[in-house]
């Protein structure tokens, strides 16, 4: 799964690599974001703006409009017959956007925290769906980030990664209107070696802590990947 990612960035980065991409006037920093937070987003209905909505998928059916933050993911497998995903993944897909993520590793009794980002540099544009629940007026936008089965650098760590688009044109395939067939066919683990690994501070086990100290590399033991 992916439980934590990061968004920290510059609108001029965010801008060169995306497009021509409305960031709005101030862009949220946020190096720990946590399920039931809001995070930004690039969604087909609107693909050429930046929005700012809720982790954690409120189905448009739901009674109370409540995020449990219990959808945070959608695994790929079978995601076409869920209730909760089948209408997204063919109407409402989107980008999330992070510069990296984190996953923990079990040892003993203890989980070893890593973070995760693209060797190259680049923002990491995860493949989501978004829905949207109305009472009346009132609506609430949310998305779930999409997990398939790790590549070869994060088997140590976890089982489950993020779908990454890692390509400008699986990014604006995923915002097309395509059918549903080719739609999963773009779900896919990512590639090998593209990822830097690292272990992090357990302070980011904790939502309060939120700082760039969170993506410092800890010094011992030392790295193990990437």
Request: proline share 8%.
């Amino acid at each position: 799964m992916c439980g934590r990612f990061s968004f920290a960035t510059s609108k001029e980065k965010l801008q060169a690599q995306l497009g021509d991409i409305e960031p709005g006037s101030n862009l949220r920093i946020n190096f720990n974001v946590a399920p039931t937070q809001h995070a930004y987003v690039v969604t087909n209905d609107l693909p050429n703006r930046l929005q700012y909505i809720t982790w954690g998928l409120i189905p448009h059916w739901s009674n109370d409009g409540k995020n449990t933050g219990k959808l945070i993911n959608a695994r790929m497998e079978g995601i076409a017959t869920k209730p909760s995903f089948r209408l997204p993944v063919r109407q409402r897909r989107c980008w999330v956007v992070a510069d990296s993520f984190y996953e923990w590793r079990k040892e003993g009794d203890r989980k070893i925290p890593y973070r995760i980002l693209l060797k190259n540099g680049e923002l990491m544009v995860m493949a989501g769906i978004w829905d949207v629940w109305y009472k009346g007026d009132y609506a609430v936008k949310s998305f779930a980030i999409i997990t398939a089965p790790p590549n070869r650098e994060l088997q140590a760590v976890h089982d489950r990664m993020p779908v990454l688009l890692t390509t400008q044109e699986l990014q604006q395939r995923w915002l097309e209107e395509i059918e549903t067939d080719e739609v999963l066919m773009l779900l896919n683990t990512p590639p090998n070696d593209i990822l830097n690994i690292y272990r992090v501070s357990e302070k980011v086990n904790s939502v309060i802590n939120n700082s760039p100290e969170l993506h410092e590399p800890v010094p011992e033991p030392p790295r193990l990947f990437g």
